[in-house]
């Protein structure tokens, strides 16, 4: 078990893996420890966008040939040790993060699709993921919910509405451009900058706003 309480970080099958892979990389740079969920339908997704296929048997290789990728799928510079991350198997449901015993500090599921929204909104517990999901609600620990689809049925509303009310943030990945983006990677580092803003880990992935007497035009919000 790792030393400290970990953020467990879930990916589900929306499209967007990019976005969990800076949450990632974003905790491991803040020194924290990360429980890692990926879910079977996020690994098919994760295949698509970045050709890498991510193994139980060979997850920290997997693991960290994801985390070197940029947001358009192809090798980029980035150097991560991922030492301080556990994985465990979407299907094991019997794993340390489905217990409200297990000492986590809260759960980000980034990406979220709407079925993994469906599934922790009415308690399914389907696999893993979901469980999770639920046992941090119940223990009351933070739960971001970074939802990744457009449009948004009614059905989907309602289910985030619900996790809204039992405490969880929904997040939805909505890149600004206020912070003079010039690459995808620049959006999104945006997005998962606020994913680790709601559970106040630090980062530097994006310039913040400060307001008009701090910054040029391009330091704005929309």
Do not use: C
């Not at 953020?7 to 974003?26: D, E, F, H, N, Q």
């Not at 420890?33 to 098919?44: E, F, I, K, Q």
């Not at 960290?64 to 979407?90: I, M, Q």
Request: aromatic share 6%; hydrophobic share 45%; glycine share 10%.
């Amino acid at each position: 078990m790792n030393p400290r309480r970990p953020w467990i970080v879930g990916v589900s099958g929306a499209s967007g893996t990019p976005y969990a892979a800076a949450v990632l990389r974003g905790l491991i740079d803040a020194g924290e420890s990360v429980d890692l969920v990926v879910s079977r339908a996020s690994r098919l997704t994760l295949l698509d966008e970045t050709g890498i296929s991510f193994r139980d048997a060979h997850w920290r290789d997997d693991l960290r040939e994801w985390l070197a990728r940029g947001a358009d799928g192809k090798p980029d510079t980035f150097r991560v040790d991922v030492d301080g991350v556990r994985h465990w198997s979407a299907g094991d449901l019997a794993a340390g993060p489905s217990s409200g015993s297990y000492p986590a500090k809260g759960m980000l599921i980034v990406p979220a699709s709407t079925a993994a929204v469906a599934g922790v909104a009415l308690g399914l517990s389907k696999d893993l993921l979901q469980r999770t999901a639920s046992v941090t609600l119940k223990e009351r620990r933070p739960l971001v919910v970074a939802v990744r689809e457009t449009p948004l049925a009614g059905q989907t509303l309602k289910h985030l509405v619900a996790l809204d009310e039992a405490g969880a943030v929904v997040l939805p990945a909505s890149p600004a451009f206020y912070a003079g983006a010039t690459h995808i990677q620049d959006l999104v580092d945006f997005v998962a900058g606020r994913v680790l803003d709601a559970v106040g880990v630090p980062h530097r992935l994006y310039r913040r706003w400060a307001g008009e007497l701090g910054g040029s035009r391009a330091d704005r919000p929309l």
